[in-house]
């Protein structure tokens, strides 16, 4: 079992920056792949950025340039620097990890970029 813990969200105007930070209930060394997904309303849940444990990070094409995800395997977290926000980066943001062949989401940070 994994727990995934959320922080940071919050109401920012378009280009300014926000912080996500998630804590896992266990070591981020026994964890394969931890990362980010947003979901916006009316939409699919989408891949924001990824991890493997000892590999490179992922990022989707919409967020390169303007997002940083940093993780930790000693600290068991997973963060999220965003910069250059937009409106359309407005999405509840969801931390992923994989472990054992299975799935853990923590509960959800919403992030609204509006001016």
């Known amino acids: 079992q994994v727990q995934l813990v959320e922080s940071g969200g919050g109401l920012v105007q378009p280009g300014e920056s926000l912080r996500l930070s998630c804590a896992a209930s266990?070591?981020?060394?026994?964890?394969?792949?931890m990362g980010w997904y947003r979901q916006a309303p009316g939409k699919a849940r989408e891949m924001v950025a990824v991890?493997?444990?000892?590999?490179?990070?992922i990022y989707a094409d919409s967020v390169k340039g303007r997002f940083t995800m940093s993780r930790d395997n000693v600290k068991n977290t997973v963060d999220l620097e965003m910069n250059n926000l937009k409106s359309e980066d407005t999405a509840v943001y969801f931390c992923?990890?994989?472990?054992?062949?299975?799935?853990?989401w923590g509960q959800g940070t919403q992030v609204t970029v509006s001016s």
């Open positions: 992923y990890a994989e472990a054992d062949r299975t799935t853990y």
């Open positions: 991890a493997k444990r000892y590999g490179s990070r």
């Open positions: 266990r070591s981020g060394f026994s964890i394969e792949t």
